[in-house]
């Protein structure tokens, strides 16, 4: 008799084993199904970056070796001012290209760090200490409070005056 309970609990416990199998395998082959089919999406996004990435690194590299060609020592003294107008255009030409690139395609660690705004203000706030975040509040506050304070004063005289008594 407790053989035959001892061998149900045995078949219960192996059961209840069994459908875990069931279930994990399930959930498991269920992500990475998910996960396989997902990525020839991500591989065509990371190429097509990839081309874009490196259409901007030898577009950059040939403006990089013009304006380095700049030399203002070798220029005509004679028409010293046209030849500065040129290579002011040529600086200014590739700011811009650089600028239209950096607002397409992030360019590099220090572009980024440039550029971008922080993604969020919770971790600059945590960082703060509690007197930092009082004046940070107070500071912030204050010129409400003194065009509160200067917007009942005007009213109480205004009020004052409306009804005689000034």
């Given amino acids: 008799m407790a053989n035959d309970t001892q061998a149900g609990e045995y078949r219960d416990a192996l059961k209840a084993r069994r459908d875990e199998f069931v279930r994990s395998r399930a959930d498991i082959v269920r992500v990475l199904s998910k996960t396989v089919a997902s990525l020839p999406v991500q591989i065509e996004e990371s190429e097509r970056r990839l081309g874009t990435l490196v259409m901007a690194r030898d577009s950059l590299s040939a403006i990089l070796e013009e304006v380095k060609g700049l030399d203002d020592a070798n220029w005509d003294q004679a028409d010293y001012a046209a030849e500065l107008s040129r290579a002011m255009r040529?600086?200014?030409?590739?700011?811009?290209?650089?600028?239209?690139?950096?607002?397409?395609?992030?360019?590099?660690?220090?572009?980024?760090?440039?550029?971008?705004?922080?993604?969020?203000?919770?971790?600059?706030?945590?960082?703060?200490?509690?007197?930092?975040?009082?004046?940070?509040?107070?500071?912030?506050?204050?010129?409400?409070?003194?065009?509160?304070?200067?917007?009942v004063l005007c009213l109480g005289l205004f009020i004052l005056f409306a009804m005689g008594a000034l």
């Fill in 90 to 151: 040529q600086v200014e030409n590739a700011r811009l290209e650089y600028l239209s690139l950096s607002a397409k395609t992030p360019l590099g660690v220090d572009s980024k760090t440039e550029t971008a705004p922080p993604a969020s203000l919770i971790p600059e706030l945590l960082s703060l200490g509690g007197w930092q975040l009082f004046r940070l509040g107070f500071f912030s506050t204050l010129p409400l409070a003194l065009w509160t304070l200067l917007a």
